[in-house]
Structure formats: structure tokens, C-alpha cells
């Protein structure tokens, strides 16, 4: 019943930004916590970002300092800001939700259908 609606993706060169969101609907107990997983070609689903409803994040080694995480919880929205991309940025990044920020940190939860970030020249 809980859905996610991933947008924002596109091409972008290096060093540009762009900013997901993601969109979820249903039970509203079913997005303590939420993040932002990423899938490029021949590499592992890895964690980008998390967040809980109390505003607790944590960051992937790769992007600390470039993403931020942040949350609306009136709307059961999640947002991505990436800034300084570089290529291999480049990936579907997927959307996550889940009762606890555990269940995100092992990819256990409701998924978005994902959007493509393209970061080349």
C-alpha cells in the first residue's frame, strides 16, 4: 500500500548539481526512515544516504560533502541535493522507506521504481 515516486534525474556535466526528490504515499508510519540508494552498471546497490524522521542522517563514504539528505515529514518527502557530481555519480538512484533507519542501512524496505542520473561532458 506504501508507494514511492522517485523524480529529478537528467544529464548533468561534471561539477554541476541537481536535486532528487521522492514522493511517498500510504501509511505514514512506514517512512520513519527513508533514504537514497544508487545502482550504476557492473557495481552493487550501494547507500548513498538516510534519513530518519527525527532528522538523524548518515552518508556514503563517496558522497559526503558533496549530498545532503533532508526531509519534509508533513509530506513524506525525501530530497537529495548533489552538488559537485562527478562521473561516476553516474547510476539509477533508488528511493527507500522503511519502519527503522537498520531495516534502510540492509536495503529492507519499499522501493521507488528509481531515476537516472547521467553525469558526463
Known amino acids: 500500500q506504501v508507494q514511492l515516486v522517485e523524480s529529478g534525474g537528467g544529464l548533468v556535466q561534471p561539477g554541476g548539481s541537481l536535486t532528487l526528490s521522492c514522493s511517498g504515499s500510504?501509511?505514514?508510519?512506514?517512512?520513519?526512515?527513508m533514504g537514497w540508494y544508487r545502482q550504476a552498471p557492473g557495481k552493487q546497490r550501494e547507500l548513498v544516504a538516510a534519513?530518519?524522521?527525527?532528522?538523524?542522517?548518515n552518508y556514503g563514504d563517496s558522497v559526503k560533502g558533496r549530498f545532503t539528505i533532508s526531509r519534509d515529514n508533513g509530506k513524506n518527502t525525501v530530497q537529495q541535493q548533489m552538488n559537485n557530481l562527478k562521473p561516476e555519480d553516474t547510476a539509477v538512484y533508488y528511493c527507500?522507506?522503511?519502519?527503522?533507519?537498520?531495516?534502510?542501512?540492509?536495503?529492507?524496505?519499499?522501493w521507488g521504481q528509481g531515476t537516472q542520473v547521467t553525469v558526463s561532458s
Open positions: 527507500i522507506t522503511a519502519s527503522t533507519r537498520t531495516e534502510v542501512g540492509n536495503a529492507v524496505g519499499t
Open positions: 500510504g501509511n505514514v508510519h512506514s517512512f520513519f526512515a
Open positions: 534519513i530518519t524522521i527525527s532528522g538523524y542522517t
